[in-house]
């Protein structure tokens, strides 16, 4: 039976890291960029006296229901923009595994591949959305009709339910978790393809993507410790923040030092982090597809 090696996919991510710390931190950067945008963009609309509950506008209601429809909008458009730049860097990690020699420095590109992974990838996780409504619908009317069963075993029965639903959609997320490459790949809609790539291979699929999200836990949290640290050798008195009408921060090299530092680990971190999530799959695809035999020259 055709399959991959795990720890070979697992370790795919951190090579990468190794080989491309410059693009690991572009990518980190790119992925806040839509939420600060956003931030900004929202920043002339925040304090107003129509957001107070009980206050006494100073502008009208048409004035205030004009500037909510903004600040919607400006929402929307930050969310819209931060799911096209993930896309955009989830097809980068695929096509830096799956041709590395052809791909750039960073991988990251924008046409059809990059289309299709953002169709599959909604067209998913639609289906497993409406495939766990399935089965909690299923669980509530096994629960129904195991209602008058004795009082000690009622736990076991919905832990048994709890169980079987969460691995039903570990299956699902697993038996789905190539079509995505399998699109960048065949630069199409490539459902089929995907869905028998990972035949045989489901169980260590789930396995290495419950590895993989741990992995990207244990790498952010270090991070995360040196954002803080930074900032906390910055000097702040943590203490001023108490009256918010009072702190303020004075700007000096210290200060900006250790937040440029703390933004460096966060932008490195989750960079990192996304390199750790997306290269596994990247990698046990072109293992699987090395072993089928298929031919496909590196190109993009």
Known sequence: MKTFSMGEALGSGFVMIAKRPLAVLL??????????????????????????????????DAEAIDAFLQMQG????????????????????????LWPRTSGWAGLRLGSAEFCYI?????????????????????????VAFRGAAPEIQPLIWTVLGV??????????????LISVASVDKKSLAFE????????SS??????????????????????????????LAGIDWAAFADAETW???????????????LLFIFAGTGAATAVAYAP????????????????????
């Open 203 to 232: 169980f260590k699929l789930a396995v290495m993507g419950v590895i993989s999200a741990i992995l990207c836990f244990i790498v952010f949290v270090p991070v995360i410790a040196l954002a803080a640290l930074s900032v906390g």
């Open 164 to 177: 079987v639903g969460f691995g039903l959609f570990l299956w699902a997320w697993a038996r789905t978790g």
């Open 74 to 97: 400006w929402s929307m458009l930050s969310n819209a923009l931060s799911l096209i730049v993930q896309a955009l860097i989830g097809v980068a990690v695929i096509r830096l595994i």
């Open 27 to 60: 990518w980190g950067v790119l992925l806040y960029l839509p939420g600060i945008a956003g931030i900004l963009a929202l920043a002339p609309f925040m304090g107003g006296s129509w957001m107070e509950p009980g206050a006494a506008p100073d502008v009208s």
């Open 248 to 262: 303020s921060l004075t700007w000096d090299a210290r200060l900006m030092i250790g937040f440029g530092l703390a």
């Open 119 to 143: 169709v599959v990838q909604i067209a998913i996780w639609i289906g497993l959305g409406m495939l766990m409504l399935l089965v909690l619908l299923l669980g509530a009317l096994v629960g």
């Open 281 to 300: 799959w990247a990698s046990a695809y072109r293992q699987l597809r090395t072993l089928e035999n298929e031919t496909h020259p590196e190109s993009s």
């Open 193 to 200: 393809e995907g869905w028998r790539m990972a035949r045989g």
